[in-house]
């Protein structure tokens, strides 16, 4: 009796989730910046694919490619590169990203935000020395940073996604919310980050 009384409360389990038949997705997560990192990880990545023979995997990346880490600039170009070796890969907008896009469109807020989270970093990597950037106020660090950043890698940060669906997997950069279709929370985390 003392069982059937606690089974209400008992939850079931979460059903079994399936990538696309034939298919085997990675999804990997925030990068910030660490080369080293990413390079062992899509060595890895390949040691699994060998072991496991058929076809090669799909990458997603979650957002968040930049900032923090020393070499931000050099992992959006190895991603680049890895694009034109692998055209599945996908990638999802992170709200590092999303920042660095509206401070390279001259938007002084976004950029002070962009710095106070780790944008010194990138900054940094796309060449611009330290003295220029210490002694620089917002303005002409802004020109700088336009100047250094390539087209190609706004262009590459620019088609980024805010979801991706495969099989019975929905991929975000931040979170899904409770109650909110799934369409509406990409559109709302969007708001969000561009509102600060």
Do not use: C, W
């Amino acid at each position: 009796m003392l069982a059937k009384i606690f089974s209400r409360f008992v939850k079931a389990a979460p059903p079994d989730a399936h990538a696309p038949d034939g298919r085997r997705l990675y999804a990997i997560g925030d990068i910030h910046g660490r080369l080293d990192l990413l390079d062992g990880l899509l060595m890895q990545i390949r040691a699994d694919e060998t072991a496991r023979g058929g076809p090669k995997g799909e990458l997603i990346f979650l957002g968040d490619l930049i900032n923090r880490g020393p070499q931000s600039a050099q992992v959006i170009d190895r991603l680049i590169a890895l694009k034109a070796e692998r055209p599945e890969t996908r990638f999802l907008l992170g709200n590092h990203e999303e920042v660095f896009l509206t401070a390279l469109d001259g938007n002084r807020d976004a950029l002070r935000f962009f710095d106070r989270v780790g944008g010194a970093e990138t900054i940094l990597s796309y060449g611009i020395m330290p003295q220029a950037y210490e002694t620089a106020d917002f303005s002409e660090l802004a020109t700088m940073l336009q100047a250094a950043v390539s087209p190609a890698h706004r262009a590459f940060l620019e088609d980024f996604e805010d979801m991706i669906i495969e099989g019975d997997y929905v991929f975000v950069h931040a979170g899904v919310r409770q109650g909110v279709p799934l369409v509406r929370t990409a559109e709302q985390y969007s708001t969000t980050v561009a509102a600060g």
